[in-house]
C-alpha cells in the first residue's frame, strides 16, 4: 500500500538524506499520497447526512401540509364542494411515503389552492402566514432534495481526480524510487529490501479495479491498493 511505502521510507531518511533526486521523488510521492488521502475523504463524504436531513424536512412539511389539507377539506364540506374536497384530500402516508416527485407536486397544489381560498380558510386555522410558512419550507425541501444530485456529480469529479493521483503516485514509485533505489543497496541492504517488501505485497482483485474506470463502483478504502505488483527494479 502506498502507506506502507511512505512509513518505510520515512523510517530510513537517514539512509536516502543528503541523496537530491531521492529526496526529490519523496517529495513528490508523499504529496500525492497526502492529496489522495484528501480526495478520499472528501468523497466519502460527499453524500454523508444528506438523506437524513430530507427526510426530517420531508417529515416536517407534510405535517404543515395536513393542517392545511384538513382546513380545505372542511371548508370544501362546508360550501359542499365535491370537487375541491377530492382535489385536497390527502392521506399521512400519502404526503409521508409518496415518491418525492409525487410528494412535491401535492404540497405545491395544496399550497396553491390554499391561496385561493385565503380569505375563506381564516375560520379554519389558515391564514397566509401559515400558508407562507409551507411556502419557504416547501421550497427550502427543494433545494436540499438537489442536493444529493449535486452531490453525486461532486463524487464523480473527485473520483477522476483520484484517478489520476493514483497514476501519477505510480508513475512516481516506478519511474523514479524503485530505479534509485537501487543506489542504496550496498549503503543500506535492510532499508532496500524493506522498500521493495513494501511495493511487492500481491494486490487484492478488487484493489486493482480501483484504477479502472469504475473506481466510482468501489469502496473508499480500495482506494489505496495494497500492493502493485512486483515492481522492484
Known amino acids: 500500500m502506498y502507506q506502507a511505502v511512505r512509513r518505510v521510507i520515512q523510517s530510513n531518511n537517514a539512509s536516502w538524506n543528503g541523496l537530491a533526486a531521492f529526496e526529490n521523488a519523496v517529495t513528490r510521492f508523499s504529496q500525492k499520497v497526502t492529496e489522495l488521502e484528501n480526495l478520499a475523504y472528501q468523497k466519502s463524504k460527499a453524500l454523508l447526512g444528506m438523506k437524513s436531513t430530507r427526510d426530517q424536512k420531508r417529515e416536517a412539511i407534510a405535517e404543515q401540509a395536513l393542517y392545511v389539507s384538513n382546513a380545505l377539506y372542511a371548508y370544501a364540506s362546508t360550501i359542499k364542494d365535491e370537487k375541491l374536497k377530492a382535489e385536497v384530500h390527502y392521506s399521512p402516508s400519502e404526503l409521508s411515503y409518496s ?3 409525487v410528494f412535491m407536486r401535492l404540497v405545491n397544489g395544496l399550497i396553491n389552492t390554499a391561496n385561493d ?3 375563506e380558510l381564516a375560520d379554519y386555522g389558515v391564514d397566509q402566514s401559515r400558508i407562507d410558512d409551507l411556502t419557504l419550507a416547501h421550497m427550502e425541501f427543494i433545494e436540499i432534495s438537489n442536493l444529493p444530485r ?3 456529480v461532486s463524487r464523480k469529479v473527485i473520483t477522476q481526480q483520484i484517478t489520476k493521483a493514483v497514476h501519477e503516485i505510480d508513475d512516481v514509485l516506478k519511474s523514479q524510487l524503485d530505479k534509485l533505489i537501487v543506489l542504496l543497496t550496498n549503503e543500506d541492504p535492510t532499508f ?11 494486490d487484492r482483485p478488487a484493489t486493482r479495479r480501483a484504477k479502472d474506470d469504475d473506481v466510482e463502483d468501489e469502496s473508499d478504502d480500495s482506494i489505496f491498493p495494497d500492493g502493485q505488483g512486483n515492481n522492484s527494479p
Not at 522498500?195 to 511487492?200: I, L, N, Q, S, V
Request: glycine residues 4%; charged residues 10%.
Open 117 to 119: 381560498n385565503v380569505n
Open 192 to 202: 532496500v529490501m524493506t522498500y521493495e517488501g513494501a511495493r511487492t505485497i500481491i
Open 150 to 152: 449535486q452531490a453525486i
Open 99 to 101: 415518491p418525492l416527485s
